[in-house]
């Protein structure tokens, strides 16, 4: 199957400091990538889908000057989280559309990024 | 009500049982469904689609039923490997757009 990695697959970090997480498809061209986000013994919580070369669309209730996706290539989309606080602390996973012009694309899943915010 | 909602359990069943979990959704214009199941600490892996014509793999058996919205995921001879959480996702509208999760139902299978 398609890979996804993302980096760094675990970050500690002061609050008040942005963090950078990186997702990469890396044997296949994504147009579109997901953003998720999960809290322990929650669900994944979709933040926000990335095209690539266009403004990100963000959901309901997330700040879209605090969680700064580009998407600038098509096997490239990066989220910052700017002046991270503690309850920021969560595990970031990506997704990756790999569009196989079926009506059931696949999504494949990075590892994820643990991010804790001291 | 949720977009996507779940038993979140947990499930405690001796190897050799079969389980059944169930998922409703409640958006009726969500095309494309999915199981994928996670381990602890770990990403979500695709385990199956699940068609409404039902679909099998091995001992994973899918179902959707559109009319009542919801979907399902039996595994038969459950083995001790089986214990994760698994997690039901349906695409909000067309295919091919984010999925939407459950908040995943937690197996655990004992010797």
């Known amino acids: 199957g398609a890979v996804v990695s993302q980096h760094p697959s675990r970050v500690i970090c002061k609050s008040g400091t942005s963090v950078k997480i990186e997702c990469r498809s890396l044997?296949?061209?994504?147009?579109?990538m997901f953003w998720y986000r999960q809290f322990p013994k929650q669900s994944l919580m979709l933040m926000a889908t990335s095209n690539e070369g266009s403004k990100a669309t963000y959901e309901q209730g997330v700040e879209k000057d605090k969680f700064l996706i580009n998407h600038a290539s098509l096997t490239l989309s990066t989220l910052t989280v700017t002046s991270a606080h503690p309850e920021d602390s969560s595990f970031y996973i990506c997704?990756?559309?790999?569009?196989?012009?079926?009506?059931?694309?696949?999504?494949?899943f990075g590892p994820g990024t643990r991010l804790t915010v001291l | 009500r949720k977009e996507v909602e779940q038993d979140p359990g947990p499930f405690n069943v001796p190897e050799g049982a079969t389980v059944a979990f169930n998922c409703t959704y409640s958006?009726?214009?969500?095309?494309?469904f999915f199981w994928y199941r996670q381990d602890c600490r770990k990403e979500p892996k695709l385990l199956m689609s699940?068609?409404?014509s039902g679909n099998e793999d091995g001992r994973f058996t899918a179902q959707l039923n559109r009319a009542s919205q919801y979907i399902s995921l039996l595994i038969r001879d459950s083995k001790l490997s089986d214990s994760a959480t698994y997690l039901c996702?349906?695409?909000?509208?067309?295919?091919?757009?984010?999925?939407?999760f459950g908040k995943g139902t937690t197996l655990s299978v004992s010797s």
């Open positions: 997704s990756a559309r790999a569009f196989t012009g079926g009506s059931t694309d696949t999504q494949y």
């Open positions: 996702a349906v695409t909000r509208n067309q295919a091919g757009t984010a999925l939407i």
């Open positions: 958006n009726s214009a969500s095309q494309s």
């Open positions: 044997d296949f061209q994504a147009t579109t």
């Open positions: 699940v068609y409404s």
